[in-house]
């Protein structure tokens, strides 16, 4: 099974100029899959609560990049 995951809060992240993962990107991804012949791939409904990230991550991600990202993180006015 195929599933496609997202949140409209990504649209709102502003990664600058030329940036590959911009909010442009998920537009077209999402314009693309609107087509009829994806009409069968699922669009599970998550919420935040229900999702548990690091083994969302790690779909795509090796675990140091989380481990990386999460020491990166200031110590107040952010969390995942």
């Not at 940036?19 to 442009?24: L, Q, R, S, T, V």
């Not at 999402?30 to 998550?46: E, G, I, M, W, Y």
């Not at 969302?56 to 990166?72: D, F, G, K, M, S």
Request: hydrophobic share 40%; proline share 9%.
């Amino acid at each position: 099974m195929l599933a496609y995951f997202t949140h409209p809060d990504g649209l709102l992240h502003d990664t600058g100029f030329g940036h590959p993962e911009c909010a442009d990107r998920l537009r077209a991804i999402h314009d693309a899959l609107a087509s009829p012949k994806f009409s069968n791939l699922q669009r599970p409904t998550v919420t935040w609560e229900e999702a548990s990230i690091l083994p969302l991550i790690e779909l795509v991600h090796p675990r140091a990049h989380y481990q990386t990202l999460r020491a990166a993180l200031p110590s107040a006015g952010h969390s995942f």
